[in-house]
């Protein structure tokens, strides 16, 4: 090795150093500066309770074109839904930016410092538990948003969510979901073909490999501080679901009947990988109080 590449890797490893403990001491004051800002108050960790309700997203609700090209027009949307958990630590798709969308100071250290992992479930890290709805029930997404229980939270940063799938289904719609967790109808039409179709899960075909439960780790939840009264509001997204579906595998129905997708198929498949993404499910949270299309508030239709 020569004394000049010595020297350039010994001037990279001290950069690199002198980068590192610049982040740390800025994390540090960044830290003790939000612990300081909000007095007792911000620190305290009080109990709230939250109202919560579930709706689908609007790129659901019209036609939709998924990734292989099929366009899809659903008239069915049936989730079961068990406990909803929202957590101080980021999801592990995020990507942490000052406002504006430029990159802080901080975060362009830390991923020079330390490059930047694939985002796998692996990586997520929950932090403090924040609030959770338990009341398991089922909607249909496609009436629109429907209220759900009231969940039990504490104050403090929450920027992450847990989805859980509810086994056995209850509510209004567990007859109709006759054990599923899932189940979608619609149409999909791609050039002259056309083919409506069903396509249903399992609590099998949803459970995550790294917990073993029927649950999706590290959906994304819009950052937000709860301090007082507020709305959590789930947007599902059917589009994720079934995005990477091919259809050209399911057989044509008789009259226009829907036809399941075989459990164990290509496209049955490509349904429950959808299911269990993050990005089909995003969380958010809104001060006030929820409210009907009339305006009105609509706390007394809450799911129990």
Request: hydrophobic share 40%; with cysteine.
């Amino acid at each position: 090795m020569t004394s000049t590449t010595a020297q350039t890797r010994a001037r990279r490893r001290a950069a690199l150093a002198a980068a590192v403990h610049l982040t740390a001491a800025l994390a540090a004051g960044a830290l003790a500066a939000g612990c300081g800002a909000g007095g007792d108050d911000a620190t305290s960790g009080k109990r709230l309770t939250l109202a919560t309700q579930i709706a689908p997203d609007a790129a659901s609700v019209e036609p939709f074109t998924n990734e292989l090209g099929w366009t899809v027009t659903l008239s069915k949307a049936h989730l079961s839904i068990g406990s909803l958990h929202y957590f101080e630590g980021a999801p592990f798709t995020a990507q942490r930016a000052a406002p504006g969308g430029a990159p802080s100071l901080l975060d362009r250290l830390a991923r020079w410092a330390v490059p930047e992992a694939h985002a796998h479930p692996g990586h997520y890290q929950a932090g403090e538990a924040r609030g959770q709805m338990v009341q398991p029930t089922s909607v249909d997404l496609l009436q629109g948003t429907t209220a759900l229980a009231d969940a039990d939270a504490v104050s403090g940063v929450v920027r992450s969510a847990r989805f859980t799938f509810g086994a056995p289904p209850s509510g209004p719609f567990a007859a109709a979901l006759d054990g599923h967790v899932v189940a979608v109808e619609g149409r999909a039409e791609k050039g002259d073909v056309a083919r409506a179709f069903r396509a249903r899960a399992l609590v099998a075909d949803v459970v995550a490999a790294a917990s073993g439960e029927p649950s999706v780790e590290g959906c994304a939840f819009e950052e937000a501080f709860l301090d007082g009264p507020g709305v959590v509001t789930l947007v599902v997204k059917p589009s994720v679901w079934l995005d990477q579906v091919d259809f050209e595998e399911v057989a044509a129905g008789e009259d226009g009947a829907p036809v399941d997708l075989e459990p164990g198929s290509q496209a049955h498949r490509g349904f429950t990988r959808g299911l269990k993404k993050g990005t089909a499910y995003a969380f958010s949270f809104a001060p006030g109080s929820p409210e009907r299309e009339d305006g009105s508030e609509a706390s007394e239709d809450r799911q129990r």
